[in-house]
Antibody
Framework: QVQLVESGGGAVQPGRSLRLSCVASGFSFSVYPMHWVRQAPGKGLEWVARLSHDGTSAQYPDSVKGRFTISRDNSKNTLYLQMNSLRPDDTAVYYC???????????WGQGTLVTVSS | DVVMTQSPLSLPVTLGQPASISCRSSQSPVSADGNTYLNWFQQRPGQSPRRLIYEVSRRDSGVPDRFSGSGSGTDFTLKISRVEAEDVGVYYCMQSIHWPWTFGQGTKVEIK
């Protein structure tokens, strides 16, 4: 079955960097685009980034563009999110999600919590 | 950005009774191929979201048939024909055709 396991979250000071990882299993990782979606504590869902199956094309919302970079290593079935210049409003649970190939998100990981605070 | 507006934001329901959630988009999520990329997700307390419905009305495998999606243009609805205790949680709509993809604010379904 499809499994997405995130790691790398934790507490970090404003302005610092953090890299999240997501190990995928149970499907052909290299075929699927992948996304990151976040949820601030007690708040709703916010789409953060999408990466094509081959890693050549990425999309971001303005809230993270220029600070976050999504990447992947298909040989390791792993998705990454490099987060730089972190701000307190980046505090959230970050979910690794799979694109359904038909312009949707079909599977979600359990999430990893990032807390940005001084 | 496309704004997704859900109503109501809180929905107390009686077990066994129907429930309906509305989602309105500021731009139609219809693509050039004619498909409408409107999704519904359920997030139970303490869990990750789970997709229920995609392309307005296509139900995911394993989703009970008491859940149904409908709508067109900019107005969409998720209906639960008879609410069960396991349906408690927050429901989100999401458009997935215009960048950035955007979610509604969420509708919290609880049992009266």
């Amino acid at each position: 079955q499809v499994q997405l396991v995130e790691s790398g979250g934790g507490a970090v000071q404003p302005g610092r960097s953090l890299r999240l990882s997501c190990v995928a299993s149970g499907f052909s990782f290299s075929v699927y685009p992948m996304h990151w979606v976040r949820q601030a504590p007690g708040k709703g869902l916010e789409w953060v980034a999408r990466l094509s199956h081959d890693g050549t094309s990425a999309q971001y919302p303005d809230s993270v563009k220029g600070r976050f970079t999504i990447s992947r290593d298909n040989s390791k079935n792993t998705l990454y999110l490099q987060m730089n210049s972190l701000r307190p409003d980046d505090t959230a649970v970050y979910y690794c999600t799979r694109d359904s190939i038909s312009w949707s998100i079909d599977y979600w990981g359990q999430g990893t919590l990032v807390t940005v605070s001084s | 950005d496309v704004v997704m507006t859900q109503s109501p934001l809180s929905l107390p329901v009686t077990l066994g009774q129907p429930a309906s959630i509305s989602c309105r988009s500021s731009q139609s999520p219809v693509s050039a191929d004619g498909n409408t990329y409107l999704n519904w997700f359920q997030q139970r307390p303490g869990q990750s979201p789970r997709r229920l419905i995609y392309e307005v009305s296509r139900r995911d495998s394993g989703v009970p048939d008491r859940f149904s999606g409908s709508g067109s243009g900019t107005d969409f609805t998720l209906k639960i024909s008879r609410v069960e205790a396991e349906d408690v949680g927050v429901y989100y709509c999401m458009q997935s055709i215009h960048w950035p993809w955007t979610f509604g604010q969420g509708t919290k379904v609880e049992i009266k």
